[in-house]
């Protein structure tokens, strides 16, 4: 059953439709889902939206959470105990829910009453990826209640981006060998973004380097760094700025002419230069997280490379209790 | 004019009355505001709230704003450029426009419904300070459009704040010159924190730490925790761990099991051993961010202190262009 399908029967079957979305996920999963957060935050006119980590949403149930509501639960592996949990809560308020995993027998899958196994793996379209399905779920949502003014132009988008993306990892390649090599001794990172891809910016930090390379981290949203973070700004430290295309870009901007000023280690991955702007004005703006994951991706694997930790590696996760 | 007659004149000439709250400021006048958000999006049935960073709300207006808004702006010096054009911004569209500023001459002011002129230092009581007074129009907006249950626990518990923290003060000094003496030559802090309290782990890292000790910091989520960023534990790094009393505390609690297995660095600032429980029950996990920012105010003055950087002291705030 495709996305636009079962946010059809959901809203054909619930007397009073889609009143609020639940995003909510731990950790990776939930980096998927910020961008949902920030469309439906600015584009709906009704529609509630919330982000949880999971295990907040199962300790502090908001009051709303009922029949109006569609709660989506994402895990990779199916079988993260706080997702479960927080897809049972869902169930037992009687609110519609859609999980999505990549694991055909996770536990996820019998708590909810949709499930996308969804796929992975570099040789995928990114539209069939967590990220990309998750805002398609958002935006079939808005525009099935209220109407979304730009529904075909998102749509199309999600048809486009892959086709960016495998232009664009062509075009880092030898730059992000070069930021390998450059950075492979630092010890912490700054990454800074705003808008749609301030979530990547957190998610880059806490999965690719934190989790992924036992590299400090911290993210910052452009807007934000000019009140307070910046004070720590020297030509030292390192500062990864996700520069997006549309409405959020000016911000971006002017960290970055801070930046060029005060610090001397800068990376700027830059979705206008990778070519994102095929996709139309109105919404392109929704499309910078989904390149950015792609594109990091490549980053992230040559810092593996060079500093022979490789991405799989883990101390505690899934190898002690906790 | 107090909130609850601010608020019952807003709904009074507002034919839908307030539909969504949204929360604008930057920095540290937004840390103010994450409780409040943390609020509606557990309380409100109805209501929906957005906390935005004054430059994003300014450039990504939301589609929603409108005649049925309440829009909060705070900023502390009145001035920030960013809140003055959100408020104008706020205007623009219609929407009802609260200001909160200790600056009595401040441009925010005249680009407003109603100022609130707050106040500030240790010798004011904390209901007069910025994050309760939000808390409170928070409250009282819910309280007016869809009523809400436990609105005299709230109230009473504004009224007992103070007294606990006065305590909680004398009860921190010899902590606070300890966390000092110990970890006045560490360049990186995490801070961790749950519910209500995510904000001040955010705004402890912005603020204090970041501005004013540039000491790089980075805040952590207590449930996001162990889905990455555990990775980089290790008995090296020092983590502030912030324990709520109320619905999170268990996120919390698990934080600090894996913290003292493999880290060795920690303080705990807990709200439950400050004596936050004279509040009730149903709502006392409301004023742990407040309780925080009064506590932690001790051990950052000690920081400072010891490491001879004054808590104003800028190189680029107020002082370069940008």
Redesign the interface.
């Known amino acids: 059953m495709n996305v636009k399908d079962i946010i059809r029967e959901i809203q054909a079957n619930r007397e009073e439709g889609i009143k609020d979305l639940y995003l909510v996920a ?3 999963s ?1 980096v998927d889902m910020y961008l949902s957060e920030y469309f439906l ?6 529609m ?1 939206v ?1 982000l949880y ?4 949403f199962v ?2 149930v ?3 959470l009922g029949s109006h509501s569609l709660v989506v639960v994402c895990s990779h592996g199916g079988n ?1 105990k ?1 997702s479960v949990e927080a897809a049972k809560t869902a169930q037992e308020h009687g609110a519609a829910t859609i999980t999505l995993t990549h694991n055909e027998t996770g536990a996820l899958i019998s708590n909810s009453d949709y499930n996308i196994l969804y796929k992975w793996g570099e040789e995928t379209d990114v539209k069939d990826n967590p990220m990309a399905i998750i805002f398609n779920i958002a935006v079939e949502a808005l525009h099935s209640t209220e109407g979304y003014d730009n529904y075909e132009k998102v749509m199309k988008g999600l048809e486009q981006v892959n086709t960016i993306i495998a232009k664009a990892r062509v075009q880092v390649a030898e730059r992000a060998k070069a930021f390998a090599e450059k950075y492979q001794h630092e010890n ?1 990172f700054y990454v800074l973004s ?2 749609a891809s301030y979530g990547h910016a957190y998610g880059f ?3 690719s380097l ?3 390379q ?8 452009s ?2 760094y ?8 020297d030509k030292e ?1 390192p500062y990864i700025l996700l520069m997006n295309e549309g ?2 870009r ?2 971006d901007e ?1 960290a970055l ?2 930046l060029k000023q ?1 610090g001397e280690k800068i990376e700027v991955v830059d979705c206008k230069e990778l070519g994102i702007n095929t996709i139309d004005d109105e919404v392109v ?1 929704f499309f910078n997280p989904i390149v950015f994951y792609s594109i990091l991706s490549v980053y992230r694997a040559e810092l593996a490379e060079i500093r022979k930790h490789p991405l799989e590696t ?4 899934g190898k ?1 209790a ?1």
């Not at 935050?41 to 009704?46: F, L, R, T, V």
């Not at 000019?226 to 700004?233: D, K, Y």
């Open positions: 731990c950790g990776g939930l935050k600015s584009e709906a006119k009704q509630r919330s980590t999971s295990n907040e300790h502090a908001p009051k709303a993260t706080e912490m705003s808008g930090s806490i999965c934190m989790e992924m036992w590299v400090h981290a911290s993210a910052i949203h807007g934000e000019f009140h307070g973070p910046f004070e720590v700004t430290t409405r959020t000016p911000l002017r002419t801070f005060y703006e883990r101390r505690y996760m002690v906790y």
